[in-house]
């Protein structure tokens, strides 16, 4: 049998437990109304912050390195920062990297082979591209599905392997060389392989797919009755490609240049395969200064540089880009 006492201490601590769990559930209740209601930002913010993160790091790592003296030693570069005697920390910056880029031509050549050469197969790619993505818009369903799959295929195979591919068709007794001479078009193997041919043949391959789909993605969206209009006014086909479809299709062929240019200018493995040792672009120079060299610092502010190259006009462009929308 329970005492008043007791019976009222027991109450007290039902009451206080109750109110402690309405509390609880008070709290999960704003903290899932908040998110419910921030959902949208949240969801951005997560690929925002590790993109941040796993971009910014890596760069200022870089950029430390490309501001240190080159070493004999483990790692082979100068620290940062340094402690004195007194117990001062000291900061060490040297600009010696930048400025032998700058004094030695062989970077400065580098740089613009591989501008030209990732140019020329951007604007390949983009001729090729351009209307095999409208051939798919214009297939019925089923074949479209069909020609999409046909795009996205290479990507199921190792990349390397179709590098040594394209190495054993263009070899001077690889297929190519061997069809020509079996149709007389040519009587002795002509040199394919290791030059900036086999360089460009490699690049659109490998990258045209990446200009297809985003001008796929833009075209899908285009108000093919706009092409009726202009047919009714009296414009020739002609000229409605030129004053409706490229206009209205421009992202998608900007979109579609970045997404070729920027990774065929670093482009390391193709030039090395398929253009030996005649064809020079920056990402071999690169490699050369990190692992034969060991000159970290150099090779480092030849990465900055590339980045600063290419981010920088896409910043540009993007700024005009929103002044335009803005005004």
């Excluded at 580098?110 to 209307?131: A, E, H, K, V």
């Excluded at 209205?248 to 253009?275: K, Q, R």
Aim: charged share 15%.
């Amino acid at each position: 049998m329970m005492t008043p006492d007791a019976d009222n201490k027991a109450n007290i601590q039902s009451t206080h437990s109750s109110s402690v769990a309405g509390v609880g559930s008070r709290i999960t209740e704003l903290f899932f109304n908040k998110i419910h209601e921030k959902w949208r930002s949240i969801v951005v913010a997560i690929p925002f912050i590790w993109l941040l993160v796993f971009f910014l790091a890596p760069f200022f790592i870089v950029f430390k390195i490309s501001i240190a003296e080159s070493l004999i030693a483990s790692p082979p570069f100068s620290s940062l920062f340094d402690w004195t005697e007194e117990g001062v920390i000291t900061v060490r910056v040297i600009f010696d990297s930048f400025l032998y880029l700058v004094e030695d031509e062989l970077y400065l050549d580098t740089y613009l082979t591989s501008i030209r050469i990732s140019s020329i197969s951007t604007l390949i790619c983009l001729l090729l591209g351009y209307p095999i993505a409208y051939a798919i818009i214009k297939s019925p369903d089923t074949t479209r599905h069909i020609l999409l799959l046909m795009v996205i295929l290479p990507f199921w195979t190792s990349f390397l392997l179709r590098v040594y591919a394209w190495m054993g068709l263009l070899a001077d007794q690889g297929t190519i060389n061997d069809l020509l001479i079996w149709l007389g078009i040519i009587d002795k193997p002509i040199r394919l392989l290791y030059s900036h041919f086999a360089v460009y043949v490699g690049i659109v391959y490998t990258y045209i797919p990446f200009m297809i789909l985003p001008l796929y993605a833009n075209m899908e969206k285009l108000d093919m009755t706009l092409h009726e209009a202009a047919a009714d006014l009296g414009a020739k086909p002609m000229s409605t490609f030129f004053t409706v479809t490229l206009p209205l299709t421009l992202p998608g062929i900007i979109a579609g240049s970045l997404l070729v240019f920027i990774p065929a200018t670093g482009e390391y493995v193709i030039p090395d395969l398929l253009g030996g040792g005649n064809v020079s672009m920056i990402g071999k120079v690169l490699y050369n200064e990190f692992n034969a060299n060991h000159d970290w610092p150099v090779a480092s502010a030849v990465a900055i540089a590339l980045l600063l190259a290419l981010v920088v006009p896409m910043m540009i462009y993007q700024h005009v880009q929103s002044k335009e929308g803005v005004s």
